[in-house]
Structures are given as C-alpha cells and as structure tokens.
C-alpha cells in the first residue's frame, strides 16, 4: 500500500504467480492497492533451500498432474487454487483505499490461469492482462493441436481450462502470446482469445 494513500484513491492490482513451489516476491512499488499472491497459500519468505525441500514432497511435487486427482473439480488441486485467488481480490475490495471501481488482474503462464479465473468470477474486474496463458484448451490435443507442457486431460480438469473460464470474461483483456511457445501454445491461446467476451 502506497504511504499516505487517501480513502477511495487507489486501484487495486492482484498478481499471479507461474508454476513453481515458492513464496510470493513483494510487490513492486506502484501507486495502487498491489497484492501478489502464491498459488499454494503457504508462508511466504522462507529460504530457497525450504522451498525446494517442499517442492519434492506431496502435495507439492508435480502438483497438478496426478491424474487419479484430476478425475473429479473437487479434488483437482486448482480447485483450492482459484479459491485462494478469489478470496484475495474479496480481501483487497474490502480495503478502504480502493476507489471502488479499478481492478487489474494479471499473471504469467499459471498465474495468467488464476488471473483468468479470477476475472472470470468477480465481475468487478476492470482489466485482465495475461502473458503466455497456461492450461489452455486441454481438449485440444484430441484434435490435433499441440500439445505443450500439460496435465492429461481429464473430467476434472476440465473445469479448470483457462479457455473455458475465459469465456465468462467479459473486462478488457490483453493477452501477450510466444507463437513458438510450445509449454503453452500458441493454438491453446488464440482459443482462448477468441472465448473471450470483452474488448481484447
């Protein structure tokens, strides 16, 4: 929060964070309410060293891509995730230095997937900007398309396609995309492109 930020004077800008097993970095100074967020809802500042001890251990070692998991949303780890993700945003708006109507949600490849979703269900987003989206269009290896770096497609899962949640988006949208991407295609990002409602 900027020091001596007036009541009703700030937008807020929630951040996501890509894959990985680690602690949320401290926010960049910007003149807004800025909470970045960890996809785990673990502690925050701990040592590199605790953070990869954690990374070889369940729930956190390969999190996402145990099939037996993704069988079913309520046992798909994003599910908690996108939880989490929302009830940050809940969190800030209830801040008295929010000016009430400015909310930007972004992230890069899984943090492009929270912010997504985080758009997605909280109409009160004005903006959502995403770099190389992830866990677009897992479907779409079913008709040729690539790939990427992906969980196997599963019911559970399913529920959780960045392309699918993009279709309830309905703020400006700015999507930064790699066209020789290949963790997330480019054929999985031009989906959710087009799923998309607002201006974009």
Excluded at 18 to 25: D, E
Excluded at 84 to 93: D, E, F, G, N, V
Excluded at 114 to 140: E, M, S
Excluded at 152 to 166: E, I, Q, R, S
Aim: aromatic share 10%; glycine share 10%; proline share 6%.
């Amino acid at each position: 929060l900027p020091r001596n930020a007036k009541p009703g004077s700030l937008p807020i800008l929630i951040s996501c964070m890509g894959y990985s097993v680690t602690g949320a970095p401290i926010p960049t100074k910007v003149n807004a309410i800025s909470f970045h967020i960890n996809p785990h809802g673990f502690a925050n500042g701990l040592t590199f060293e605790e953070y990869a001890e954690m990374a070889k251990e369940a729930p956190y070692a390969s999190f996402g891509f145990h099939k037996d998991l993704n069988a079913a949303p309520d046992t798909c780890y994003f599910k908690y995730m996108v939880l989490r993700a929302l009830q940050a945003l809940r969190y800030c708006k209830t801040l008295d230095l929010w000016d009430g109507k400015t909310i930007t949600a972004n992230g890069g490849s899984m943090g492009a997937f929270q912010a997504t979703h985080i758009a997605a269900f909280d109409k009160d987003v004005t903006k959502l900007t995403i770099n190389v989206p992830w866990l677009c269009d897992l479907r779409g290896i079913e008709d040729g398309r690539l790939r990427g770096w992906r969980p196997d497609a599963a019911a559970g899962l399913d529920y959780f396609d960045t392309v699918n949640a993009g279709a309830r988006v309905t703020c400006e949208t700015v999507i930064t995309a790699g066209l020789g991407d290949y963790v997330c295609p480019p054929s999985g990002i031009t989906s959710l492109y087009h799923a998309v409602k607002g201006t974009k």
